[in-house]
T-cell receptor, first 113, second 116 residues
Framework: GAGVSQTPSNKVTEKGKYVELRCDPI?????LYWYRQSLGQGPEFLIY????????DSGLPNDRFFAVRPEGSVSTLKIQRTERGDSAVYLC???????????FGQGTRLTVV | AQSVTQPDIHITVSEGASLELRCNYS??????LFWYVQSPGQGLQLLLK??????LVQGIKGFEAEFKRSQSSFNLRKPSVHWSDAAEYFC??????????????FGKGTKLSVKP
């Protein structure tokens, strides 16, 4: 695609529910990143994929958060038992690989009520 | 631990005036440094990056930044600000995995307002 696509753009869910956020990277980009941006803050790193494998998942806050990228392209961020503190904009970015520019999607705004 | 500090939360400048946004970082190895801009409702857009070489880096939209290792700084500058530059600006350090770029650590951002 022309850019990084994230769906849905907005998601409202009830506390305790499970949500999935999808990221379609730019075609051919091997690296994919997930970030979380809370109001008034800079993006906070969650997880980084190189191909199908998670090269660095040190930013995932707890075991309620999980991400997959089974075919090395589309990635899904999964959040179990959502809490109000999970409300934020979740950003996805992709790049061709090491040392190249990462392109960001528009983000998914998650609101947990 | 790696960190990025943007000391100014909000800056207001007059249109046509010069601009400098400050960024200080803490990182043990040779840093990869970036400036991104985020306009309301828009995604993050890369303005410029420093990987190695010349410490004065030119970016898009007339922006430049200078890497000063002795001061652990990477300040963003523009000689003449336009009203369309009003946005939030983020400085970031890229993790260096043995020469390969990994994830980014962002500062909290500086919001720029431009007076007519």
């Amino acid at each position: 695609g022309a850019g990084v696509s994230q769906t849905p753009s907005n998601k409202v869910t009830e506390k305790g529910k499970y949500v999935e956020l999808r990221c379609d990277p730019i075609s051919g980009h091997t690296a994919l990143y997930w970030y979380r941006q809370s109001l008034g803050q800079g993006p906070e790193f969650l997880i980084y994929f190189q191909g199908t494998g998670a090269a660095d998942d040190s930013g995932l806050p707890n075991d309620r958060f999980f991400a997959v990228r089974p075919e090395g392209s589309v990635s899904t961020l999964k959040i179990q038992r959502t809490e109000r503190g999970d409300s934020a904009v979740y950003l996805c970015a992709s790049s061709k690989g090491s040392g190249t520019e990462a392109f960001f999607g528009q983000g998914t705004r998650l609101t947990v009520v | 631990a790696q960190s990025v500090t943007q000391p100014d939360i909000h800056i207001t400048v007059s249109e046509g005036a010069s601009l400098e946004l400050r960024c200080n970082y803490s990182y043990g190895a040779t840093p990869y440094l970036f400036w991104y801009v985020q306009s309301p409702g828009q995604g993050l857009q890369l303005l410029l990056k420093y990987f190695s070489g010349d410490t004065l880096v030119q970016g898009i939209k007339g922006f430049e930044a200078e890497f000063k290792r002795s001061q652990s700084s990477f300040n963003l500058r523009k000689p003449s600000v336009h009203w369309s530059d009003a946005a939030e600006y983020f400085c970031a350090v890229g993790m260096n995995y043995g020469g390969s770029q990994g994830n980014l650590i962002f500062g909290k951002g500086t919001k720029l307002s431009v007076k007519p």
